[in-house]
């Protein structure tokens, strides 16, 4: 059964990649071919983005963590560099006759932000394993606790605070043309904290509900420490508990979708198409991207298990154990 699903993996996976070489191919051909403002040019980028967002989103349920957060880092890192370097010939009007710069710098754009969303994600779970144990201590403040809810709240503030200076930003024009790199980081930093504190916020409603946002620990007998974990008591056994509903794979899925909308806005859905305005898709995007990132929250300890199963299972032992008591 394993050697059939291991199979059954690869086979997708090369379909995926000959499918994304063909993609990529068109997408340069018609950017050749047709003017930048033609509808043909509009539905060639929506199919490319709408592509890779389904591509990265399979991928990422495909193949294990450790070689998605490779990919990732490579596709991130390399793709990022490129869009930055091919800004800053442009800038400086430096010129290669022989490549076509705006494809190549549009389609290491939709790479990155295509795997933005499941990428993060990863990375998010990967965190909170390596910052839960009982050995670190950032989150105590003179035997003070603070609540991850509350740093929600403080992420989502400072993700208002950069939709304030995005907006101030898109009323100037040079920041949409010669110092788009701006706005650029501006919105992708304003996805990252947006993310980050839906994602606590909701992971934590249940102390957010209880207005428990700083309190000072108590050492309380009977609690049980796990590799991963801080000492888990029977009055933290309600916030290891999962939804009866499976939302991670629709939190990720909109996600993906959300930072897309927000980052390419008409670029994705053409105006001529879906007759919104550009600010619209962005507001829309917006409300997605808080929307899926409180669904993966609310539904964090499926995806754990997902990523690290051996880890889960002893979590289960201790929980068991406590709700015996």
Not at 211 to 240: A, Y
Request: proline content about 2%; glycine content about 4%; aromatic content about 20%.
């Amino acid at each position: 059964m394993k050697k059939f699903r291991f199979c059954l993996r690869i086979f997708i996976l090369s379909f995926l990649l000959i499918i994304s070489y063909i993609v990529l191919y068109y997408f340069f051909y018609y950017n050749q071919l047709f003017e930048w403002d033609s509808r043909e040019l509009k539905v060639n980028w929506m199919i490319t983005i709408l592509y890779f967002i389904l591509f990265f989103y399979v991928l990422f349920f495909l193949v294990d963590n450790k070689v998605y957060n490779i990919i990732f880092g490579f596709i991130a890192s390399f793709g990022t560099f490129l869009w930055i370097g091919i800004y800053l010939l442009e800038f400086y009007k430096i010129e290669f006759g022989l490549w076509n710069l705006d494809s190549i710098r549009n389609s290491a754009a939709i790479l990155c932000i295509s795997i933005l969303s499941p990428g993060f994600t990863l990375y998010i779970i990967k965190f909170i394993k390596n910052n839960s144990n009982p050995s670190r201590k950032w989150k105590i403040i003179k035997n003070y606790h603070v609540h991850e809810g509350f740093v929600g709240i403080l992420l989502v503030v400072v993700a208002f605070l950069l939709w304030i200076i995005r907006f101030w930003m898109v009323q100037l024009e040079v920041f949409k043309k010669k110092l788009r790199l701006f706005l650029a980081i501006d919105m992708v930093l304003l996805f990252l904290f947006l993310f980050s504190g839906s994602f606590l916020i909701l992971r934590d409603r249940r102390d957010i509900v209880r207005l428990k946002f700083i309190e000072k620990r108590k050492e309380q007998s009977g609690n049980r420490i796990s590799s991963t974990f801080n000492q888990i008591s029977q009055d933290s056994v309600e916030f290891f508990k999962s939804p009866r509903g499976l939302y991670y794979p629709f939190g990720i899925l909109l996600n993906c979708i959300a930072v897309n909308l927000f980052i390419h806005g008409t670029d994705f859905l053409p105006k001529e198409i879906f007759q919104l305005d550009h600010e619209t898709i962005v507001i829309i995007g917006f409300i997605l991207c808080f929307i899926a990132g409180g669904l993966i929250g609310l539904d964090w300890l499926r995806l754990f298990s997902k990523l690290y199963p051996e880890l889960y299972e002893e979590l289960e032992l201790i929980l068991d154990d406590l709700r015996k008591r």
